[in-house]
């Protein structure tokens, strides 16, 4: 932003503060000194543009200070003003900017004495300085603040990285836990796979061994019926052989019997 046009010749542009408009340059001001200083001027407008209202606040308070050279030429304009002191940004820049061009015109007007043209100058001088402070301040602040915006940020990258680990590990714990029961579920089906194959080799076993037993039973069962029936019938058979053998005693027995009595008979008769 330039304050001088090249508007028939090199003039200042007006501020935005209306009750604060700057002086035309003196006649004796060279065109080479309305260029070097809109340079300056250029440079410096920037920076009032950069700053917050706060730090525009602080440039003021500077060349208001009782021990400020423009602090009487300040009192003098705050007459003039309708609202007697600045408040808004723009108001601060005007203010500024009006200052700096009106010590300018005097320090290099030579129908002003010598001294009014030294006193400008440190006047100018002044108000760069209170300008370069403030702008330092600013500087540095911003330079805090970024440093504390990215301590915050990598804070934050930090907090979240942690996050994201916690994250990973717990979806790791999860996925593990999640894996343990799976493989817990699979051992208990195994197990109880295995454990109903045993017991249906068990009930296998046992009603195998109740089979071998119903047949050995069975079996043995028979070879007893079998025993019996041989021993009845040889029991039978030896009481039979016994009936036949006592009847035959018994006929040869009645027969010697009958032998004998048949002899005595004879005998009696012979005698």
Partial sequence: MSIYTRISGIRPSPLQNLHLQPSEPPPSATKEQLILFDRVLGRRTDQLYALPLASLSTVYGFLVDAESPTAQEIKDLLKKLPKKEPSTDKQYISFV???????????????EKCDIRKESLAKLQHILDCLDAAYA???????RTEQDRKKRKEHQEKVLEELE???KKADQEARNK??????AKEKAEIEARAKAELEAS??????????RAEQ??????????????KAEQEARLRAEEEAKRKAEQEARAKAEQEARAKAQQEAKRKA
């Fill in 178 to 183: 999640e894996r343990e029961l799976i493989e």
């Fill in 202 to 211: 068990r009930k296998k076993a046992e009603e195998e061994v109740r089979a």
């Fill in 97 to 111: 900017l009006f200052l700096l061009i009106e010590n300018f015109h005097r320090s290099i007007d030579v129908r």
């Fill in 216 to 229: 050995e039973a069975k079996r043995k069962a028979k070879q007893e019926a079998e025993a019996k029936r």
């Fill in 165 to 167: 680990v916690n994250r």
């Fill in 137 to 143: 301040d600013y500087n540095e602040e911003n330079k």
